[in-house]
């Protein structure tokens, strides 16, 4: 199984963009939840270079104002 990283950005309201550099190429998507974007992913990388989705892994990577609102238990308030 191939593992590639998988970047996590901050999109407009509830979206979120995500990038992979896979071979030299970047490849770029947005969805509205990181499994949608996942699966968005593999079947980009299945159009683009025939890896299919159960051969492929991804290893999350976030923006750090992605990670915070995306796992907002993590904020701290400060007094």
């Known amino acids: 199984m191939k593992v590639i990283p998988l970047i996590i950005e901050k999109g ?3 979206e ?3 990038r992979i550099d896979f071979e030299n190429e970047l490849i ?3 969805a509205n939840s990181v499994e949608e974007l996942e699966k968005k992913m593999k ?8 890896i299919s989705s159960d051969k492929i892994k991804f290893r999350l ?3 750090l104002t992605v990670l915070f609102n995306h796992k907002n238990y993590l904020n701290i308030k400060l007094k």
């Open 16 to 18: 979120i963009w995500g």
């Open 28 to 30: 770029v998507d947005f």
């Open 43 to 50: 079947n980009l990388l299945l159009d683009f270079f025939e």
């Open 61 to 63: 990577e976030y923006d």
């Open 12 to 14: 407009n309201d509830s």
